[in-house]
């Protein structure tokens, strides 16, 4: 079963439980299914929300389509975890069966406030001619899992100057208040970031727009979240309609920040510098952060992006989230970095070490679907060196450093099945040095490649054949020496 797209807003319990376990058994067939990834048990997953610690474990919330992999109905799906990395499925936390929320609950963040955690999150509605009306909704879960939803929306209307893109709000508290930012759309269809605040996360005023250098800077910003790391203020958002400069802005929509001053918070201010994007890959949007009890800052995001089909949709689903991520700044950058926990998934630790003259090789023990795996290059006089994964006959996912042009570039040509072609096939960013790292998570139909320990970061989706399963190390136009390790998962 699967709706077609114009029935976008029928209701889950409109659908019988023949069709729904029919539809789940077409995705489980799925030979592109994660083993180790967040996804949905159908349908679509977006934006991840409500990233939080609270009563002793991780929740995380996302974006859920359950009938199509595409944009429909949406509720939020609720997944908790006591260490990152194992999440156990809880089942719907909001469904959209209000009048502020009839065509979709999206999305929004969380915080934990007398004991109870607070959901803020995006209500859409669409009136008769289809147009949106966005509320700003308020529900509540206490420490059994009860969910109630607010039964009144907390901010009905649009403020002035806004079009109806008003959406996404991020949490936070400062002394006795609390504070959200949140994406929107002025009516001259450019973006910006707006402030509200709160005394009890049940009324909420209207602040004003936040000010930024960043007057022109795409037609509308998304996910925006705000916090506070070394006496920084950071700014993460999702701008679209930015065109390409350079290796720049390559995919459909982008995911970055600005690092500044500690917001103005009476001035709604934010000083700060150059907009920076987050991932240098294909697939990385609407990434939101959390602090954890260990003073962590994590990070995830969804491993997709808006208005891209995927190869698993003709199997009933689509896309999945990233791994953690922890953050740290270094020089007025964020350094993103899996999170250790991953390292309980390690079994069958096998190495290779090496010098490669011109030529491409393999190893015994070096292949598979599911892995992690570490690789450091020395440098030598090579033009090119790099790794080529899930390779077969005429199948390869390439990470490689050019030192000619001095880039690292993730090169998904031949990695199966055709994802986005109209924004290209490769990926680049330029680099420092010669000699580079590259620590790769590999799952059935996707690769993180966090590149000389996270200061870049590149995040793809790609759909080869199962069979293509090869690890080949390459140098070209001259020598490179490599250690490397890789654990199954």
Known sequence: MELPRGKSYIRLDQVNQEDIDKLILRVNSCTWRQTFHIQPVSGLLNDPNGFCFYNGEYHLYYQWHPLGPFHGLKYWYHTKSTDLVNWTNVGIAIKPDEYFDSHGAYSGSAVEHNGNL????????????????????????????????????????????????????????????????IGAQRTDKTGGVCLLSSSDLLEWKFEGELATNLDDFGFMWECP??????????????PQGLEPVGDLYQNIYQAGYVVGEKIDLQRRELTHGDFIELDRGFDFYAPQTMKDPNGRRLMVAWMGLPEIEYPSDINGWANCLTILRELSLHDGKLIQKPVPELQSLRKNKIEAQDEIWDEKKTYEGFSGITYELVCEFEQGDALEYGIEIRAGSEEKTVIKYDAVQGKIILDRTFSGKVIGSKYGTERKCQIVGDAHKFHLFVDSSSVEIFVDDGEEVFTARIFPDIRSQEIRFYATGGSAAFKAVKWDY
């Open 225 to 238: 979240d705000y916090f506070e790391m070394e006496d920084k203020g950071i700014l993460i958002f999702s």
């Open 118 to 181: 607070y959901l803020l999150y995006t209500g859409n509605t669409r009136d008769e001619n289809l147009e949106r009306h966005p509320y700003l909704c308020i529900a509540l879960m206490d420490d059994d899992g009860n969910i109630i939803k607010s039964k009144k929306s907390v901010l009905d209307k649009v403020p002035e100057g806004y079009t109806e893109h008003f959406r996404d709000p991020k949490l936070w508290k400062e002394d006795e208040k609390f504070y959200a930012v």
